[in-house]
């Protein structure tokens, strides 16, 4: 028994010693990596001062990548979360990418911002949509994140407003797989709980739960989740619900876990900014489309898109700033804007529409 307890021992050191010594390679090969990205620094400062440091394309293909030379056990998701963190570390160096997001700290937009860009962006919270696409426009930051649609409420029409009248471009998209906890503070009695406090889509997407677990509660809608672990924190009568990053900022505790109604509930974001971004082998792009009204004009818009393959995802429809009962679309669709079939459906559409705006050529969402 005792030489079996000193041969596993044993092991245990040479598997650390092991460790130690990966940990070393590793750590060796992200300075080398910091170099040459202080190098390629150095060569897009000798272009002139409008460089571009931050890649849109580039950062997708480097996460592909990532994911397809994953040979386990970690997942590939987890896989491109590393090198998400050692990118936004490198570029970092080169420049700081400032983005600003819909606030206040502890949303989700923020919990997207981070996934999409890495802890090591300088970011900042703001209180409206309006507010992000104008620090952008302003030059204040280099790039925005706003939430555009949830899997299960749809659309965020204020966020598609904002395109009518802004000049920003989409330059990415980031999905987020949405989790709502039942929080409290310290200081909550559970057993009296008499409101609970969040985000009117966040009630609404906990819909069911809350109508089976918390039936003759009041529900009270505040401007964000984070406002409302805020709230909690000084009511000893109240819970809210919200995501984990609420809960660590304010300190809060889980009464309850994923209680949202539906497993797959996500929202999906967008990135904003002022670059028209490459083609990156797997991309999306975005369009806002005025049409006449006259009879036909739907089959107008969307029969190109058919003709050439090219395959929609998504066709959402706003009232026009120009004039009552006129709409504005905004269609989603795979492909590049530069690609022979989109460039040739974008042109018959532009042909027959009385406005086109192409919003942005994007990444297809990695993580």
């Given amino acids: 028994m005792t030489e079996e307890i000193v041969s596993s021992d044993q092991h245990l050191l040479e598997l650390r010693d ?7 390679n590793i750590a060796r090969l992200i300075s080398e990596r910091a170099e040459c990205a ?9 272009t002139g001062e409008d460089a571009l440091y931050y890649r849109p394309e580039r950062e997708a293909q480097v996460l592909r990548k990532a994911m397809e030379r994953n040979q386990g056990p970690l997942t590939d998701e987890e896989m491109a979360r590393l090198f998400r963190e050692i990118m936004s570390a490198c570029l970092a160096l ?11 700290e502890g949303t989700f937009t923020q919990q997207a911002a981070l996934k999409h860009f890495g802890h090591s962006a ?6 409206v949509i309006d507010e992000v696409f104008r620090e952008v426009e302003a030059g204040a930051a280099n790039y925005g994140v706003v939430p555009v649609e949830n899997s299960t409420e749809g659309v965020i029409n204020h966020t598609l407003d904002n395109f ?12 987020l797989r949405i989790h709502h906890h039942l ?12 409101r609970i406090y969040s985000h009117a889509q966040s009630l609404a997407q906990c819909r069911k739960w809350l109508d089976s677990h918390y039936p003759n509660v009041e529900r009270v809608a505040v401007a964000s989740n984070a406002e409302a672990a805020k709230r909690v924190k000084g009511e000893w009568n109240a819970a809210a619900i919200a995501g984990d990053m609420a809960a660590d900022l304010y300190g809060l505790k889980m009464l309850a876990e994923k209680i949202e109604d539906r497993p797959d509930n996500s929202t999906r974001f967008l990135i904003v900014g002022t670059q028209a971004v ?6 999306k792009t975005s369009l806002m489309v005025s049409m006449r009204n006259e009879p036909g004009a739907l089959h107008d818009l969307l029969e190109p898109f058919r003709r050439h393959n090219v395959d929609l995802t998504r066709v959402e429809t706003r009232p026009s700033q120009s ?9 989603d669709f795979k492909g590049h804007r530069d690609t022979p079939d989109v460039a040739a459906a974008l042109k018959e559409v532009g042909a027959c529409a009385s406005d086109m705006k192409v919003l942005g050529s994007y990444p297809r969402g990695v993580l």
Avoid: H
């Fill in 18 to 24: 092991r460790i130690d010594e990966i940990d070393g």
């Fill in 278 to 283: 490459p083609a990156s082998s797997d991309d």
């Fill in 183 to 194: 929080m409290i503070s310290d200081i909550t009695r559970p057993d009296a709980i008499t």
């Fill in 38 to 46: 202080l190098k390629v620094a150095e060569v897009k400062k000798a």
């Fill in 122 to 127: 300088q970011s900042r919270p703001l209180a």
């Fill in 164 to 175: 009518m009248t802004s000049n920003l471009k989409i330059c990415g998209e980031v999905e």
């Fill in 94 to 104: 080169e420049e700081p990418v400032k983005v600003a997001y819909l606030g206040p």
């Fill in 323 to 331: 004039g009552n009962w006129t709409y504005v679309f905004f269609i």
